[in-house]
């Protein structure tokens, strides 16, 4: 079985200062990570994924995650906050050997304040 | 990069009436497209699979009846929600999987915001 827990539905930060959006999966196979952004009423973008290569991935627009293995974690930081990086962040886990679905975290809600 | 469109982005419709909602793959053949639902504020829920060619999978507790799903090319997929109601009332967002890719990796759509007074 395929599970992801987005630990924070909410996290506020400062423009400029970091920003860290937690996840963590559980997968009975070697899982597939995703961290996708929905701005407000728009369809999903893809932020960056891990496909056991490199677990340190990076992504689009300076956003960062690190897959570990043994934490069960890939969380996703950005160094510095920009305003327009306000939006919903889904963490999403998939396996190969547990067919094509992909399984969506409950959302992370990202507020920047100037 | 690989292009999903949807079409209609939005839709208000009467109760009782019939609509369709188009998704599209507009660079890459997709065998495989996925349907999902997003309520306010909460997560996708995959509501079928559909692949080019043959019947849709439904995932549990969404009725097929009611949401028909059609795959007839490689770049085509239509849902099409029968005697919509007010409930029916959503964010409905389409992905596609590329024939030749990263086995795992979906496309999304931009959404289709459908309102059923």
């Known amino acids: 079985a395929q599970s992801v827990t987005q630990l924070d539905s909410h996290v506020s930060v400062s423009e400029g200062t970091p920003v860290l959006l937690r996840c963590n999966y559980s997968?009975?196979?070697?899982?597939?990570l995703f961290w996708y952004v929905q701005h407000p009423n728009k369809g999903l973008q893809l932020l960056l994924k891990y496909t056991s290569a490199a677990t340190l991935v990076k992504g689009i627009n300076g956003f960062e995650a690190e897959f570990k293995k043994s934490e069960t974690s890939f969380h996703l930081t950005k160094p510095s906050a920009h305003m327009s990086d306000a939006a919903e962040y889904f963490c999403v886990v998939s396996a190969r050997q547990a067919g094509t679905a992909l399984i969506f975290g409950k959302g992370t809600t990202l507020s920047v304040s100037s | 990069g690989a292009v999903v469109s949807q079409h209609p982005s939005r839709v208000i419709c009467k109760s009782g009436t019939s609509v369709k909602i188009e998704c599209r793959s507009l660079?890459?053949?997709?065998?495989?497209m996925f349907w999902y639902r997003q309520f306010p504020k909460q997560s996708l829920m995959l509501m079928a699979t559909?692949?080019?060619?043959?019947?849709?999978?439904?995932e549990q507790g969404v009725e097929k009846d009611k949401f028909l799903i059609n795959h007839a090319s490689l770049t085509l997929s239509t849902l099409t929600v029968t005697s919509a109601h007010p409930e029916d009332s959503s964010f409905y967002i389409c992905?596609?999987?590329?024939?030749?890719?990263?086995?795992?990796?979906?496309?999304f759509g931009p959404g289709t915001r459908l309102t059923v007074l």
């Open positions: 992905s596609a999987r590329e024939s030749v890719s990263s086995y795992n990796e979906q496309f």
């Open positions: 660079d890459f053949q997709a065998t495989t």
């Open positions: 559909s692949n080019e060619g043959s019947k849709a999978t439904y």
């Open positions: 997968s009975s196979y070697s899982p597939s």
